[in-house]
């Protein structure tokens, strides 16, 4: 039987790679092979796109045929073949960051992501999209707290990031059977609860 495909969203310092591993492991308990992956990434090649896209500048159409560049080598080589095999993947972003980071926050036509989310997986979405939602305020003091080194997305300003999070609930809205929205403002233990209750409607 084919694997599942779920992907992680929300902006930056939402909480999501604090609840990938640990989702990973919960479902390779009950007896699933899981591969954890991200984007822009997963393959040696997508790591090398990342780099470029996550320190360089560059015009907004070139970013998101690199995000969907990678993304294709992604599906090709990593997760169409691991799904095929009956595995579960987990993915850390996925083309809902396009769409909300590219054209919510750089205000790329829509047109234009749609024609490349319909040519580069016309045929694949993940089957669940976990949305980490929290107000702008709260994720940029864990961003400060954790004191990390900031990428090129995340040095942008506000106002970037509040229209990359209503590009995603927007998202969300018009998509409600397979994303869900988690409300990520809460402690982990009450986040992963509420992950369990989703995923094992998956299963
Ligand atoms: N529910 C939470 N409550 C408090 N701090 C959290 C919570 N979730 C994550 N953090 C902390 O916030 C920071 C950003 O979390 P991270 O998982 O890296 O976010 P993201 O991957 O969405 O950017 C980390 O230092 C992490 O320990
Ligand atoms: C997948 C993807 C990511 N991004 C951006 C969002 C993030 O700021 C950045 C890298 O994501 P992420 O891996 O979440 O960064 P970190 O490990 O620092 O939490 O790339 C896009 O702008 N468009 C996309 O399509």
Redesign the pocket.
């Known amino acids: 039987m084919r694997g599942k495909f779920i992907t992680f969203e929300g902006i930056?310092g939402a909480g999501?790679?604090s609840h990938v591993e640990w989702l990973a492991e919960y479902l390779r308990r009950q007896g699933r092979v899981v591969q954890v992956t991200?984007?822009?990434g997963g393959t040696p090649l997508g790591e090398r796109l990342r780099e470029l896209?996550?320190n360089e500048t560059m015009h907004l159409e070139t970013e998101t045929l690199l995000?969907f560049a990678a993304r294709r080598e992604h599906l090709a080589s990593r997760i169409e073949p691991a799904l095929a095999r009956g595995e579960w993947v987990i993915c850390?972003?996925?083309?809902d960051?396009?769409w909300a980071?590219?054209g919510g926050g750089r205000g790329l036509d829509k047109s234009k992501f749609l024609a490349l989310e319909h040519w580069v997986h016309e045929h694949l979405q993940p089957d669940l999209t976990l949305l980490f939602d929290l107000p702008l305020e709260v994720a940029r003091e864990r961003i400060v707290l954790a004191n990390?080194v900031l990428?090129k997305?995340?040095q942008e300003r506000a106002d970037f990031h509040e229209r990359v999070r209503q590009a995603y609930l927007e998202r969300a809205h018009a998509h409600p059977a397979r994303m869900r929205v988690i409300q990520a403002d809460n402690t982990l233990e009450n986040i992963r609860e509420k992950l369990e209750e989703i995923v094992s409607t998956l299963c």
Do not use: H, I, N, W
């Not at 850390?92 to 083309?95: A, L, V």
């Open positions: 930056d999501k790679s991200r984007e822009p896209l996550l995000m850390d972003r996925f083309s960051a396009t980071y590219q990390r990428d997305f995340e």
